[in-house]
């Protein structure tokens, strides 16, 4: 009998956390699981409109398990931010979340940024979380620490 199950590139789970605002600065970033590949990607876009987000110019990092660890050490209360650095022969991409303490500011700020090594240019994509959001972020990386080991 065959188990396979054929996967969807378009249906792959993810979690979007989306923080437009009204200057245009915001973004969203997106994590999303990719069991065949045995990873989780992580896309980040900029806010280019009224609630709208350029997915043609998004960032992506491709996180093993030592990158999903790292972050949710700081979403546990581990430690207070994780720094996550990729290097390719086409560009760099590092990732960022820290716990803030300030109680006029939300609680983690996250952040995902590309340098291009053909021209130096940087984009780079910042949002705050909440405490609701860093949770659910949190039982979704630990759900994908167990899909991706198919435990």
Do not use: C
């Not at 996967?7 to 009204?22: E, V």
């Amino acid at each position: 009998m065959n188990t396979e199950i054929a996967i969807d590139p378009q249906r792959l789970p993810q979690l979007p956390i989306y923080k437009p605002n009204s200057r245009g600065t915001g973004g969203v970033i997106r994590f999303g699981l990719n069991p065949a590949k045995s990873a989780l990607f992580v896309d980040a876009a900029a806010q280019v409109g009224d609630k709208q987000f350029d997915w043609e110019r998004k960032l992506t990092m491709k996180w093993g398990f030592s990158d999903i660890g790292a972050a949710l050490s700081v979403l546990q209360g581990r430690q207070n931010e994780a720094k996550l650095f990729h290097q390719s022969e086409k560009s760099n991409s590092a990732f960022e979340i820290l716990a803030r303490n300030d109680p006029d500011r939300a609680p983690y700020l996250m952040s995902l940024s590309r340098q291009d090594v053909a021209d130096r240019s940087v984009r780079k994509v910042t949002i705050p979380l909440t405490h609701a959001e860093a949770s659910m972020l949190e039982a979704a990386l630990r759900a994908a620490i167990g899909r991706l080991l198919a435990w």
